[in-house]
């Protein structure tokens, strides 16, 4: 079996960029959540009124979802940029949290798990901006990947670990 490595580190250890020049592109796909937890008065009036004071906090958070995964790489060092195909966002009220969930897909030498992951945070860091003045107590609970496929490694979904 072959031994696991940090992917981003070179033989002396320091931080690097991970050479692709070799690598075949492949079709790539990656979905990532994001669950923001909501106060109960919060949630009333995004439920009762489809906004929460600034305007609709789930179309924010879908568009800031998407600008988000097509800049991953100003945001996260080394990542690669990469030519997105799609970028879809979801994000939608369920009970006292607004679950988000982010699909890129494209055709590149590099996977787009970061893509998903960044436009899913991104997406939970808009909503939570947005109903913040219907209550402080919004917390950003989970970001985390969902599943991934093509590559080297193969498809991948959560659980499977």
Request: proline content about 4%.
């Amino acid at each position: 079996m072959k031994e696991k490595r940090l992917s981003h580190a070179g033989p002396d250890g320091r931080a690097r960029m991970v050479d692709l020049s070799g690598k075949e592109e492949t079709d790539r796909f990656a979905r990532a959540e994001a669950v923001v937890r909501l106060g109960p008065e919060a949630a009333r009036l995004l439920s009762e009124t489809g906004t929460a004071g600034k305007g609709d906090p789930l179309e924010a958070a879908r568009i800031a979802g998407v600008m988000a995964a097509k800049r991953t790489p100003e945001w996260i060092p080394l990542c690669h940029p990469i030519p997105l195909d799609h970028v879809e966002v979801e994000a939608r009220l369920e009970g006292e949290r607004i679950r988000i969930t982010c699909s890129v897909s494209c055709r590149a030498r590099t996977g787009v798990e970061m893509e998903a992951m960044t436009g899913a945070a991104a997406a939970a860091l808009t909503a939570y901006d947005m109903c913040k003045s219907a209550g402080k107590g919004a917390v950003v609970e989970t970001v985390r990947l969902l599943e991934k496929r093509g590559g080297k490694s193969g498809d991948w979904t959560a659980g499977e670990d």
